[in-house]
Structure formats: structure tokens, C-alpha cells
């Protein structure tokens, strides 16, 4: 059976587009109408893609339409999916806030503010989620380690 996988065919996000690859023909094809799409996440019911659109606005890609919807007017970034599908997660300020947004009622929740804590101005970062559902994430922070327990509201 073929496998596929998504890989930008550009580095530079003008030029970005999103591709399909069958892994047993060794062929890719580009996805219709995901010009300037980049950063994709499968969808954990392989249907759609949470992608980032050049401003780095939070897009969702359907893989049968091929349509795409906008879903921030804010640029994000390191769009994680919920284990069920029904969630992404996201950060958006230098990471210094995230983000849950519920996909069948488009309710934004913010999750954390992490302003108060100073980024090395050439630091770098990640957040996500474990496979348990557990927020994570990475960050250098002036040579300081930090451990942050979130709780619900």
C-alpha cells in the first residue's frame, strides 16, 4: 500500500506549496489550491491538514475538497492536533501564549500567558502535546530551566 507524507517543495514561504507523496511509486503531486500553505499536520482522522497560510494565520485543509478556512486572524504557530481530532493547539506572541481552539464550535480558549517570563532574544522554542494529551514545550530562557504545571479551569 502507499504511504504518503506531506513536505513543503519550497524552503522560502512565497513559493511554498504542499505535495503528496506516494512512497511506493515514488512520485509527488501537488495538492490542489494549497499554494503558500506550509507547516502541515495531519489530521488525526487523515481527512484535512492544520496548516499555516504566509502570514501565518492557522488554516484547516480538506484533503477531498481541497478547500482551506481560515481559523485565526492572528499568526500561531507549532499547530498540534488533539488525540481526538476535535482540537488544535497552538502558540501565538513568541510563545508566550497558548491556545486550544474547538474545532466544531470555533471556541478559543487561552490556555497559558507566559509573558511574565523572559525569552532569550536568540532563543528558541517548540511547544506541543504528548500523545497523552499533556501540553510540552521547549524554550531557551537565559540559561534557566522551568517547569510548568497547567491545570484547567
Not at 32 to 56: F, I, V
Not at 61 to 72: C, I, M, P, V
Not at 76 to 105: C, T
Not at 127 to 142: K, T, Y
Request: glycine residues 8%; contains cysteine.
Amino acid at each position: 500500500m502507499a504511504r504518503a507524507s506531506f513536505f513543503p517543495a519550497d524552503r522560502g514561504h512565497r513559493q511554498q506549496r504542499l505535495q503528496v507523496m506516494d512512497m511506493t511509486a515514488k512520485q509527488a503531486q501537488d495538492l490542489p489550491l494549497a499554494d503558500g500553505l506550509w507547516s502541515p499536520r495531519w489530521a488525526p482522522d487523515g481527512r484535512s491538514l492544520a496548516t499555516l497560510d504566509p502570514s501565518a494565520h492557522l488554516c484547516l485543509y480538506s484533503l477531498a475538497t481541497h478547500q482551506r478556512q481560515e481559523l485565526t486572524s492572528f499568526s500561531v504557530g507549532f499547530p498540534s492536533w488533539s488525540a481526538d481530532g476535535r482540537s488544535l493547539y497552538f502558540e501565538s506572541g513568541a510563545m508566550s501564549q497558548w491556545f486550544r481552539l474547538i474545532l466544531k464550535n470555533r471556541k478559543l480558549e487561552r490556555l497559558a500567558d507566559l509573558s511574565g517570563i523572559q525569552m532569550d532574544p536568540a532563543g528558541f522554542g517548540w511547544v506541543g502535546l504528548l500523545p497523552n494529551g499533556d501540553r510540552i514545550s521547549a524554550r531557551r530562557v537565559n540559561s534557566n530551566i522551568y517547569r510548568l504545571d497547567f491545570t484547567e479551569k
